[in-house]
DNA sequence: CATGAATGAGCTTTCATTCAT
DNA sequence: AATGAATGAAAGCTCATTCAT
């Protein structure tokens, strides 16, 4: 009943750490697009070419299944904005390598995205708070690229100071920017990584007032 | 050969509008906290305090109860935005009174927001259309407001041209921060609705490199 | 809210005995159609034009409704054939006016046969044994023709005896084909009584004839 | 936030064919005897001594399953009927061993003729054709025993010829009288296949015999 | 390593029936 | 004479989960 030639056939033996990646894999696609509650673990167990006690036994319950998916994607997701990250360069590029690389990564893994993004955060607290959690780290990186920016200015002392408050609040609104963006990207489908990154440096960093009166950012 | 037995006593006979007032508000608050999947309709009867079938006599269905719940709670967020700008005033200020509005209405239906923001938008294409509409809608009407701030600092000539798509792109920018800080508002408790509008304002009016150097936005 | 004008508007009152015939015709209808169990209440009530209250008022409860009609049809069926057979014609005269009589009213009737031949047979004793002692009685009825044919006849002495059971076989077995015929009929629509109770009458009389005067068919 | 449990005793365990023969079997009997409507999923897979999921799983819905049980009882008693029917012999003898064959399934299995003859017809299209088709097939069998007998008698040109239609009506007559003879049997009880069989060959063959010698019964 | 067989629990939906007016 | 308001009961179906092999 098991075929010779190995390789994605029911019934083949595969080493554990292969068969579940296959697992996740499936999981991730089908969380993303049918959300947590409409996708079964049978329509994943089909999408990975197991059965559904093979997905038990490595992964316990579809609970723990969709807490490992979202781990594994909040991990990349977090991953490839960090390694584009020079912490030697200035806030502003720091800021905008951080953001074309986030753009970069949603859009090369929309499921993954769809999981993180829409269905964590909808179906309850134990996932929820695990994708709050790596949020609020990419809030507070961004306020303190703010910080940052501030002592660059060396405003420190002149300027009505911006609280840390202030400072969460205006990081708030700039990830909540970034993850609309992503969305109309993905909606779109002409906007580049870069040209998202741009319009949302362009509208952080400058102000639309500024904007109006020909100010533009510009990578130098 | 007989079958239900029907007419209890739960009910205290009120015109079927005044019900379906109160179901439409209970499948709200269960929607919003729960999720569309997770809520039952036995849960929104019984929070409504009537049996399921009056439920089902009145709405028809669970689907059709949620559109409905989704229809109301947009048509409810929409009007309180509209109603609170002034077309007559510049388009700074227009946008103020909006964002104001917003935060407002957010923060005091809270369960409506989510019906809105997190579940309509997770459960599939009946739904997410109908508040995708409605978000188009906004991400358009802040669009042309940017349109008429490039009109009224008289600029067009001079400075390089947003074109429609950019403005498009700062439009969803903004109300992705808008959405952002209004969770943020309801997590963190202590934001009233004016500071994060006002937060809002600076960041996008003003941009953070003029922040930085001391700029404000201010009502005047 | 009730109409000035009277006749088939909702909420007019009119005399029991109409109503009640306007809610039998429409059970009728319905019960035939679509089936017993199918049928519903309200619907039964909205195509009689009243309110569901009102049938249990005046029928009581499904069963009783349905058993209602299982009566009033049959008795119109029989009423029907008795009323064209003139009982002092010869036997053959009497059930060819009896055939005919059955092949127009079925067809007339198509929903109250409906009634008869399908739903009251299928479900359940109650309306079952109701409609087996109509059928019984017009098996006997035939029987009895049977009968006097033979003594028509007068072979009684010389020729093998049809016992009681003989003849009631053989009416059964003419009901039995006068009743696939009607269903028949029904679904042609190009065959008229006539033919219909024609070709009944030379199928079962050209042959009952031969049986009287001693014919048999043998296996050999 | 988990659901299900799972697992129970009550399988023994049975390769999937067994069970979808048990489910079959319990189904038959339950739609025969109570009817489409009536029988309930549970009280079937009660029956069948498996849980309801289980019926599922392999039958895929009430609707599947009552159409596998009529394809399945018309398939045998089709298969009774031809293979006890021999080609070679005369008209008479084949029509013959037909209705005892027909009587004999039909006896041996009341629950499969109550499905195939009582609710398959009452319920509604999809399960109306499949037995139409059938039975329509039988009809048109019958006829054409008829045709062949006419060749038989070799009255061809001397007689007033049978139509095509008259042929068709006589045999509708055939198998509505067996039908009318199965049901009659069953509730009488004493009656055995071969005698309602010669009843129904007296009935018909003797008059059909009668029929081909030009004899016609008229209403003077 | 991997699967076929099996089930408890729960959900949406429908319907006959009744009460108060 | 007639109806709007309301519900208990049950049915079809799905799913996460487990046991035996």
Redesign the interface.
């Known amino acids: 009943m098991s075929a010779g030639r190995g390789g994605g056939v029911r019934g083949t033996r595969l080493p554990r750490a292969v068969r579940e990646r296959q697992m996740m894999d499936a999981a991730v696609h089908t969380f993303g697009r049918r959300?947590y509650?409409?996708a079964s673990m049978e329509e994943i167990a089909g999408l990975a070419g197991v059965s559904k006690p093979l997905v038990y036994l490595y992964l316990n319950?579809k609970?723990e299944l969709f807490t490992a998916c979202v781990r594994r994607e909040a991990r990349a997701l977090r991953a490839s904005v960090r390694d584009s990250v020079d912490p030697r360069l200035p806030a502003d590029r720091q800021l905008w390598a951080g953001l074309t690389a986030f753009f970069t990564h949603t859009a090369e893994n929309p499921d993954g995205w769809a999981v993180l993004h829409?269905?964590a955060?909808?179906?309850?607290e134990?996932f929820a708070l695990e994708v709050a959690a790596m949020r609020d780290e990419m809030v507070a990186r961004v306020a303190s690229l703010?910080g940052a920016?501030?002592r660059e200015?060396g405003?420190a002392g002149?300027?009505?100071e911006?609280a840390a408050r202030?400072m969460?609040?205006?990081a708030?609104?700039?990830?909540?920017?970034?993850?609309?963006?992503a969305?109309?990207r993905h909606e779109d489908g002409t906007?580049s990584a870069r040209?998202?990154a741009a319009?949302?440096m362009?509208?952080?960093?400058?102000?639309?007032?500024?904007?109006?009166?020909?100010e533009?950012?510009t990578a130098r």
Request: glycine residues 14%.
């Open positions: 959300g509650r409409v319950s609970e829409r269905q955060r909808t179906h309850g134990p703010i920016a501030a200015a405003t002149r300027t009505p911006l202030d969460t609040g205006l708030q609104a700039l990830v909540g920017a970034a993850e609309s963006l969305g109309w906007v040209d998202a319009t949302l362009n509208f952080a960093w400058v102000g639309l007032g500024e904007l109006l009166r020909g533009r950012w």
